[in-house]
């Protein structure tokens, strides 16, 4: 079965970083987008950064020129690069994809992993 699996997440000081990964495991053929998306205590979730198939990226208006999101197509992972943290950025990291289609069996669609923990401060 497709899962979705981030590691990195941990306490950092403002201004440091911190690199999160995300791999998909199980017999995959294809991701479509892949995109990390953060909540807050008492906040909804919001999107943070997105990643196409072909590399192209979008960011949420708070983190960019901080934050810089990345995908390896041949390892199934994607990555997340934040620099310059801020104590706002502090939440749980979800990772997701948007489609992901296996070898065998129906497409996946909307996946998220269990979530990695940033917490920002000093």
């Known amino acids: 079965q497709v899962q979705l699996v981030e590691s990195g997440g941990g306490l950092v000081q403002p201004g440091g970083s911190l690199k999160l990964s995300c791999a998909a495991s199980g017999s995959i053929f294809s991701i479509n987008a892949m995109g990390w998306y953060r909540q807050a205590p008492g906040k909804q979730r919001e999107l943070v950064a997105l990643?196409?198939?072909?590399?192209?990226?979008n960011y949420t208006d708070s983190v960019k020129g901080r934050f810089t999101i990345s995908r390896d197509n041949a390892k199934n992972t994607v990555y997340l690069q934040m620099n310059s943290l801020k104590p706002e950025d502090t939440a749980v990291y979800y990772c997701?994809?948007?489609?992901?289609?296996?070898?065998?069996?129906?497409?996946?669609?909307?996946?998220w992993g269990q979530g990695t923990q940033v917490t920002v401060s000093t």
């Open positions: 990643i196409s198939s072909g590399g192209r990226t």
């Open positions: 997701n994809a948007d489609r992901i289609v296996e070898y065998k069996g129906p497409a996946r669609y909307d996946v």
